[in-house]
C-alpha cells in the first residue's frame, strides 16, 4: 500500500507596502519535514496583479524555473 501525504507550505514576506516599496517573500515547502521524499514535486505561485516581478529566485532545490507573467513556476525532481 502506498498513501501519498499531500505536504503544505509556508509563505512568509511582508503583509503591507506602499507604492514602489520592494517587496520580499520565501515559501517553503514542505511547511513541516517529512521522513519521506516527495517526487515530481512543481510548487506554482501566484502573485497578486497589484506588484510586478523583477527578479525570483530559489535554493536548496534542483529544477527547472519557468515565469509566465505574476505565476511562478518550479518543478522539481525529488525534495528530500
Do not use: E, F, M
Not at 510548487?43 to 497578486?48: A, C, H, I, L
Amino acid at each position: 500500500t502506498h498513501n501519498t501525504v499531500a505536504p503544505t507550505l509556508i509563505k512568509q514576506g511582508t503583509a503591507k507596502a506602499t507604492i514602489g516599496q520592494q517587496v520580499a517573500y520565501s515559501v517553503r515547502i514542505p511547511a513541516t519535514p517529512l521522513t519521506d521524499t516527495i517526487y515530481n514535486a512543481v510548487v506554482t505561485d501566484s502573485v497578486p496583479s497589484a506588484l510586478r516581478v523583477d527578479a525570483w529566485s530559489y535554493s536548496g532545490l534542483t529544477g527547472i524555473s519557468t515565469t509566465n507573467g505574476n505565476n511562478l513556476v518550479v518543478s522539481v525532481g525529488t525534495i528530500p
